[in-house]
């Protein structure tokens, strides 16, 4: 009797130890998967990153080309001095927007799979989290507020100056005494300043968040070397 219940306890144990061995298994594999899902998401990131830096930077050293040219339309006294290729070159670089949309979809996909909530760094997390949520969202409300202020500019055009009647890419006709004129007005002068100042404000997120990246793929760096 005793041998058949000894032998009995050393076949509960072996099951258990063997089911126990199976269970560790599986949670090993499984928690080696996610690891190396959340690093290939990751790595997805910190190539959507390097990516919106160069269009950030694009973004800025545009602002930074266009910032002269607006100065040399609102002074009109000396505006009317140039030549007609002068002037339309200056004035394409005040009628067009120049700020873009940023990628966010590897953050999106990341998100929405969980494996962003599997990210060991609480630092890290937070920090793509930030730049995603709140920084990038941020950019482009005034990339989009860019946008409808430069749809006012239009507007004004249609209505108080003088297009050429050859031109391809809204051009002005400078003889026009609609043209001369209105590019005086006080309006008009306003809706400049305005234009030139959402672009500094643009310039200013743009170069934050380049700084903000930079940081994130030097995390994301360090994360992949520890694990």
Do not use: C
């Not at 394409?92 to 909530?117: D, E, F, Q, T, W």
């Not at 949520?133 to 100056?161: A, R």
């Not at 934050?208 to 070397?225: T, V």
């Amino acid at each position: 009797m005793k041998n058949i219940l000894a032998r009995g306890g050393v076949e509960f144990v072996a099951v258990f130890l063997g089911i126990a061995l199976s269970l560790w298994v599986d949670d090993y594999r499984e928690n080696v998967n996610i690891r190396r899902d959340v690093r290939n998401s990751l790595n997805a990131i910190a190539l959507e990153l390097a990516e919106n830096k160069e269009t950030l930077s694009f973004t800025i050293n545009a602002i930074k080309f266009n910032d002269t040219f607006s100065d040399r339309l609102l002074d009109t006294k000396n505006f009317d001095n140039q030549n007609i290729a002068t002037k339309d070159s200056i004035w394409l670089a005040n009628i067009i927007p120049l700020g873009n949309k940023l990628y966010v979809n590897a953050y999106k996909n990341m998100a929405s799979s969980g494996l962003l909530y599997k990210i060991y760094d609480r630092k890290l997390l937070y920090d793509i989290q930030t730049v995603y949520e709140n920084d990038i969202t941020n950019f482009e409300w005034w990339v989009d507020y860019e946008t409808k202020f430069v749809e006012h500019i239009d507007k004004y055009i249609f209505k108080n100056l003088a297009l050429s009647k050859k031109a391809y890419n809204w051009e002005l006709d400078w003889n026009n005494v609609n043209t001369v004129n209105g590019l005086k007005t006080t309006e008009f002068q306003n809706l400049m300043i305005g234009n030139r100042s959402n672009r500094d404000i643009l310039k200013y997120y743009a170069d934050r968040l380049i700084i903000s990246m930079e940081n994130i793929l030097k995390g994301i760096e360090d994360y992949n070397k520890s694990r």
